[in-house]
């Protein structure tokens, strides 16, 4: 191969890789600020802001990095933020896609990146043993705790970071010094970590245990017993809705737990439900996805797609979208289920699909990176 061909290739390679190659520098400057601050809630059940989104998926930017996304996407600084198998948190400009660095873990990160104005936050060790805390102007630690195998996905609201221990115990900590404001046992380990609303905050257990803890001060609520595993998130409207891992679907009481009401369904769920005015929407393994009423769980539409899903539905202003197994991704009206658009994928989806209200984000098994719009 001629040598000037071949340079002029090395070249423009290098000039591609290089924004994931070189070090997440947060300029100095304005913060930008989004709207839709997935931290602060649930990375599935925050999507309740009007949009002008018009259901199309239509191609806007596409990346790739050779990596496995490990941890849902989340959304900071103006930045679409993957976490990797490769220990690494790739950084990409939400409206071009244009790659603007990576921040490199000493282990791997599952939480995904959570970030609050200029700081960073996530959970990394082979059994997620340490809480970090950067801060993205200069990429230095403000702060680091050990605490031993922490799981699922930390939330974060004003100045309190809330997380979960495969130990059976709930954490508060303060989010700018790192200091534990208080600690309860919750009797078995959240997969999926806590949820809040209105002082709350919500751990369903894998042994079908719900807890309530006031935010404040960690004291108990209440503590239930469910009938079966429950591996998601709560998401929390007029009730607290849970899915359980033997197909049951729970809506109870946010001040006592006591049950509202209850349905059983014939496939697993391992997806979080997500609240939007008086439907609360799930999927399930046997590629439904569902629309109940959130008063009484009378089912009021389903669609059927054909595959398992596994990645949580989200609302985006008129429009619900999900991803399934069968690698397509799905954009249904929300009133009635109907299809209003879908996209065919080369790998699978396995995390909740992000927007910003205009636009929205997916990564698939590959590391493929995409953002759809109208």
Partial sequence: MNRNILFIILLLSSLLMGGCARKFILPRGEIPVS???????????????????????NLIWEKHISDMPIAPLTMGVGNLILCGAESKAYFFDSKTGHPSGRIKSDKITESGLLIIDTLAYYNCGINKSAMNCINLHSGHSIWRLLLKDMIGTPI?????????????????????????????????????????????????????TVSCLDAKMGEM??????????????????????????????????????????????????????????????????GY????????????????????????????????????????????????????????LKHE????????????????????IQCLGD
């Fill in 156 to 208: 974060i609201i004003e100045n309190r970071l809330f997380i979960a221990a495969d130990t059976g115990t709930g954490y508060c900590i303060d989010r700018l010094t790192g200091k534990i404001l208080w600690s309860r046992w919750i009797k078995s380990k959240s997969p999926a970590g806590p949820s809040y609303d209105e002082g709350m905050v919500y751990y369903p257990s894998d042994n079908g």
């Fill in 349 to 368: 989806v396995r995390f909740p699909i992000v927007s910003d209200g205009y636009m929205i984000f997916f990564a698939e098994q590959d590391g493929t």
């Fill in 35 to 57: 709207k839709w601050n997935y931290p602060r809630r649930n990375v599935q059940s925050v999507a309740q802001i009007e949009s002008a989104y018009k259901g199309g998926l």
């Fill in 221 to 286: 609520k209440f503590q239930i017993e469910l009938n079966e595993p429950l591996m998601s998130k709560a998401a929390v409207g007029d009730y607290i809705y849970l899915s359980g891992a033997n197909g049951g679907f729970f809506a109870l009481d946010k001040m006592t737990g006591k049950p509202r009401w209850a349905k059983e369904f014939p496939w697993p769920i391992w997806t979080s439900p997500t609240v939007d005015g008086k439907s609360v929407f799930i999927g399930d393994n046997g």
């Fill in 289 to 344: 996805l569902r629309a109940l009423d959130v008063d009484s769980g009378k089912i009021l539409w389903e669609f059927k797609s054909d595959g398992v899903i596994v990645s949580s539905p989200i609302v985006v202003g008129e429009f619900l979208l999900f991803a399934s197994l069968d690698r397509n991704i799905y954009c249904l009206d929300k009133k009635n289920g109907l299809l209003v658009s879908k996209r065919q």
